[in-house]
């Protein structure tokens, strides 16, 4: 009879200890009903780019200061001061766009393949409270620079909060500490951003995480979302691959964009200015030009009961649509109004971005704007 080895290595002295190596072949030996596919990135990619927001964001944060005295100028040393600065905070930038657009591919993704189908709910409740999370930390994120672009477009996007029936002027008061933007609005912003937002976020990432691996994988679209038939694969190694090279592919474009497209920082934050035409970030255009369509007695309607209605067959999906069919041609209401929907956002930022071009004198201030930073 052997004696057990009484200096084991580390990892084995952790995995006694923690489990570690059963939680690590629990996640690598997940099967996958038909295999690895490129269509199955999204997930890892969205949690590879919020990590890096938080990676950079700290380094950001050790420069940063939320006050409206200070915050453009530790901004500026960041950007020209600080060695790599200037690369950080443009990935940082580039990187919370990043994040809007792998989360709707990803949201599309899961919305054609019915994977929100066969016990999912949770999966897709858990989803759409990211999505929310990650609009907002977005949002939140904007106006820190404090130059012309980001108070004046954050201007725009509290005003937007006080058009929401009844309670709408309570929430923009509460975002900006007062009635007007100022040290309160912006010591606010950073505290969601930098703590609140992403402490949530990482919950319900936990949540999505785990009920998606209660559930399994749902497999290609032909499949039962309940008793998948195709032969699994393991999820190591061919969908780490296909997950890392994503990941690789996303750093690389975010480092190519900081370094030949830097992020500018406009003009310092000057309340007075009466010419500056704000504008939100591009995903917030669409929601910028539906709210002109809707004034007076019809603001209702617009702006509380027709998005209450959209967001609820969002969140409602998996109990709306009961089915297990899961082919996108088999399911021709539930994929038109998802269709729909994404033309009518697609439409509403192109006819904001004509609507500025056919105006010569808003056309010249736009491009002036640009041209100051």
């Known amino acids: 009879m052997t004696s ?45 780019l919020f990590l890096s927001q938080v990676i950079t964001g700290v380094f950001l944060a050790l420069y940063y200061v939320p006050s409206a005295d200070h915050a453009h100028t530790t901004v500026a040393y960041i950007t020209k001061e600080v060695s790599g600065g200037a690369l950080l905070r443009s990935v940082h930038a580039y990187g919370s766009s990043a994040i809007v657009i792998v989360l709707l591919l990803h949201l599309c993704q899961t919305f054609f393949y019915g994977a929100y189908k066969g016990r999912r709910e949770l999966v897709w409740l858990a989803g759409c409270v990211l999505l929310l999370l990650m609009l907002a930390m977005a949002f939140t994120g904007y106006l820190l620079p404090w130059d012309q672009k980001a108070y004046f477009a954050t201007t725009v996007g509290t005003n937007i909060l006080s058009e929401v029936p009844l309670i709408g002027n309570g929430l923009k008061r509460l975002l900006r500490g007062g009635t007007e933007m100022g040290t309160l609005t912006l010591s606010r912003f950073y505290v969601l951003h930098v703590f609140l937002i992403p402490a949530c976020i990482f919950l319900f990432i936990a949540i999505h995480v785990y009920a998606f691996r209660k559930a399994g994988a749902a497999g290609p679209i032909r499949e039962d979302p309940t008793n998948p038939t195709l032969p699994p694969q393991p999820f190591y190694p061919r969908q780490v691959l296909l997950d890392m090279g994503f990941a690789v592919l996303i750093i690389v474009a975010l480092a190519t964009l900081a370094q030949f497209r830097p992020m500018d920082l406009g003009p310092r934050a000057d309340p007075s200015d009466t010419q500056f035409l704000p504008r939100p970030e591009w995903y917030y255009i669409p929601a910028f030009q539906y709210l002109k369509y809707w004034h007076g007695s019809s603001a209702v309607l617009g702006i509380l009961i027709i998005p209450t209605i959209l967001g609820i067959l969002l969140v409602g999906l998996p109990f709306f649509d009961r089915s297990l069919e899961r082919r996108p041609w088999k399911r021709p209401w539930s994929v038109g109004i998802f269709t729909a929907v994404f033309l009518a956002l697609a439409l509403l930022g192109i006819a904001s971005h004509r609507e500025d071009l056919r105006n010569p004198g808003v056309a010249a201030q736009l491009q002036k704007q640009h041209d100051d930073t």
């Open 4 to 48: 057990p080895n009484p200096n084991p290595g580390f990892r084995a002295w952790l995995d006694r200890r923690t489990g570690f190596d059963s939680l690590l072949r629990h996640t690598l030996d997940e099967p996958i009903p038909g295999g690895a596919k490129f269509a199955y990135v999204f997930g890892s990619g969205l949690l590879f």
